[in-house]
């Protein structure tokens, strides 16, 4: 899958985006994310707050960010799973404030106020919504 198209359909205001992920034990926990952002090829950022989602990067850095664009039919949707490995988790210091301020634009400063931590990824694989292929 063309990483450029993705990252197109990644970065739209109007997307919807789920991160799933686990942790040691093999707990798992899916949430619905609007701050994650795809700045290159390899690479995605966001802010979290205190929750079930970063405790779980904290002990496995592995997630799956699903990207959807809604179709007139469910054969017209389009949609990427995005692989990706937590290379830094930062809740402090300059990294750590461009997400706030960020968000802050985007979302208003309540929503930068939730912010407990800033995580860049690194993109390991990414693979269309729908594939048969192994």
Same mark, same amino acid.
């Given at each position: 899958?063309?990483? +450029?198209?993705? @990252?197109? @359909?990644?970065? +739209?205001?109007?997307?919807? !985006?789920?991160?799933?992920?686990?942790? *040691?034990?093999?707990?798992? $926990?899916?949430?619905?994310? !609007?701050?994650? &952002?795809? /700045?290159?090829? $390899?690479?995605?950022?966001?802010? /979290?707050?205190?929750?079930?989602?970063?405790?779980?990067? &904290?002990?496995?850095? +592995?997630?799956?960010?699903?990207?959807?664009?809604?179709? +007139?039919?469910?054969?017209?949707? *389009? !949609?990427?799973?995005?692989?990706?490995?937590?290379?830094?988790? &930062?809740?402090?210091?300059?990294?750590?404030? &461009?997400? *706030?301020?960020?968000?802050?634009?985007?979302? !208003?400063?309540?929503?930068?106020?939730?912010?407990?931590?800033?995580?860049?990824?690194?993109?390991?694989?990414?693979?269309?919504?729908?594939?048969?292929?192994?």
């Amino acid at each position: 899958m063309d990483r +450029k198209e993705v @990252m197109e @359909m990644f970065n +739209k205001e109007t997307r919807i !985006g789920t991160l799933s992920t686990s942790n *040691k034990k093999g707990d798992v $926990n899916v949430a619905v994310f !609007g701050s994650p &952002q795809m /700045i290159d090829e $390899n690479t995605v950022i966001m802010g /979290i707050g205190k929750n079930r989602t970063l405790e779980y990067l &904290q002990e496995n850095p +592995k997630a799956v960010f699903i990207v959807m664009e809604p179709g +007139k039919t469910i054969m017209d949707w *389009k !949609g990427a799973r995005v692989y990706l490995e937590a290379i830094d988790i &930062q809740t402090g210091g300059g990294f750590y404030e &461009q997400i *706030k301020e960020n968000i802050a634009k985007k979302a !208003g400063k309540a929503a930068a106020d939730m912010i407990h931590a800033a995580i860049r990824f690194r993109i390991t694989d990414v693979r269309p919504i729908v594939d048969f292929s192994t």
